[in-house]
């Protein structure tokens, strides 16, 4: 099954808890702190796999997590690094975020992509002694590893995109000039997803040309399978639209053209404008009667088309066509690189000043992001600990704001579910 476009949840590791330990060692008195350091958490790594040419290992499995980095231990250990996770996908798949799609990365610039970072270890109680405080019994928490939510889009890399209407002969076409083997049937959508192949024009000459599934009218609203695949257009340097002139399936051949480009217009106005030849199939079936290639051929020259008269059943036409779109890339930019737009939102930590104090039943209630990350670092059964809590708390102003408020002794403040009395 080809499966082109997936959202996926992942969540880096966060990071390991510093740890509070002291030196003990025979002969040596009051060896002093040397908790170490926190492992970093796992990252989330995406990597290019040149054997994938599809999503299809995430049609089932959306959710990764990596590991978090273990905890400091003592004798100055640090705790061994979360493990990354490696997501492997095609190359030319673009990352976007989910909430604002705009583009993270596009793999068909870059081998490895971190698309998120493991929290990074907190410090040991080795970093925080002073000659003041010298056994400090609390040590840093970990941070947490940053969350996504994106959407991997597949966007074939080829140089040549075949456009048309269904059972115009687009694979037929592409099995000839190429070694593909794209499913060929005599009945509309037989191509259900994209194929590639590599056309050889001449020594050292090649490209890769992509057989789109056939587009019909109303493909830019989802209608048919149009809509799912002509983002793989996206990059094509070069389209190759493909016409059933012997009307066959009892279309209009010029109607046929007019159809396709403006569903291409719709879709995106830029790849309208990409430039296009134009191959007239199937010309071995119009036997004596030239009328319909004659009208298609003046309608689309007179637009500044190139125009190939074709037949890729009976292989007729096809060298020159094939040496004309090498002609043209020659002269045409590379593939198309999306540029990663996305601007990462601005993570507030908060201050002292956003604290929310609150006085519930004779109770003073405080609450805050500044106030959480403070408390993860107390080791409350410690006095010195609990010391360390009270100065920072006075030297952030907290007391002086509760004091206006009508904080006075003997008041009750709780503090992370835990209570204390207040004493000025």
Same mark, same amino acid.
């Given at each position: 099954m080809f499966v082109d476009k997936v959202t996926i949840t992942v969540r880096a590791g966060d990071g390991g808890g510093g740890a509070v330990a002291f030196h003990r060692e025979k002969y040596v008195a009051a060896g002093g702190p040397d908790g170490g350091d926190g492992g970093r958490g796992g990252n989330i790594v995406v990597q290019v796999d040149p054997s994938m040419s599809t999503l299809m290992d995430f049609r089932y499995k959306r959710k990764f997590i990596a590991p978090n980095g273990m905890p400091g231990q003592g004798k100055r250990c640090s705790g061994k690094d979360g493990e990354d996770v490696i997501l492997r996908v095609p190359k030319g798949t673009v990352i976007r975020d989910k909430d604002s799609g705009a583009v993270m990365q596009d793999m068909s610039a870059a081998d490895s992509f971190i698309l998120a970072r493991g929290g990074r270890g907190g410090w040991g109680n080795k970093h925080f002694a002073t000659p003041t405080r010298q056994t400090p019994h609390f040590a840093k928490p970990g941070l947490p590893g940053e969350y996504r939510e994106v %959407? !991997?889009? !597949?966007?074939? !890399? =080829? $140089? #040549?995109g075949l456009v048309g209407f269904p059972n115009v002969g687009k694979s037929t076409l592409l099995s000839v000039v190429s070694r593909a083997h794209p499913k060929i049937a005599n009945y509309p959508f037989t191509t259900l997803y994209p194929n590639l192949g590599v056309v050889y024009a001449g020594p050292g000459v090649s490209f890769v040309m992509a057989d789109i599934p056939g587009i019909i009218e109303g493909a830019s609203e989802g209608a048919g399978l149009g809509h799912d695949f002509l983002r793989h257009i996206d990059r094509c340097r070069l389209l /190759?639209? #493909? #016409?059933? #002139? +012997?009307? +066959?399936?009892g279309r209009d051949p %010029? =109607? $046929?053209?007019? =159809? /396709?480009? =403006?569903? !291409?217009r719709e879709y995106s106005p830029e790849l309208a404008e990409r430039p296009q030849l134009v191959a007239a199939n199937k010309c071995d079936l119009l036997g004596e009667d030239r009328e319909p290639l004659d009208a298609l051929r003046a309608y689309v020259t007179e637009r500044g088309y190139e125009f190939f008269e074709i037949s890729a059943a009976a292989h007729q036409g096809l060298h020159e066509l094939t040496m004309a779109a090498a002609g043209k890339l020659a002269e045409l930019p590379p593939v198309t690189v999306f540029e990663a737009d996305y601007v990462a939102p601005e993570v507030k930590l908060g201050t002292a000043d956003d604290l929310v104090i609150e006085l519930i039943d004779d109770v003073w209630q405080l609450r805050g992001d500044w106030l959480d990350r403070l408390v993860a670092r107390v080791n409350f059964s410690d006095y010195e600990s609990r010391m360390y809590l009270d100065r920072k708390l006075r030297e952030a102003g907290v007391y002086d704001r509760m004091e206006e408020m009508g904080l006075s002794d003997g008041d009750t403040i709780s503090i992370a579910e835990l209570h204390f009395e207040y004493l000025s």
């Open positions: %959407i !991997l889009e !597949l966007k074939l !890399l =080829a $140089d #040549v /190759i639209h #493909v #016409v059933d #002139v +012997s009307g +066959s399936e %010029i =109607a $046929d053209f007019e =159809a /396709i480009n =403006a569903e !291409l």
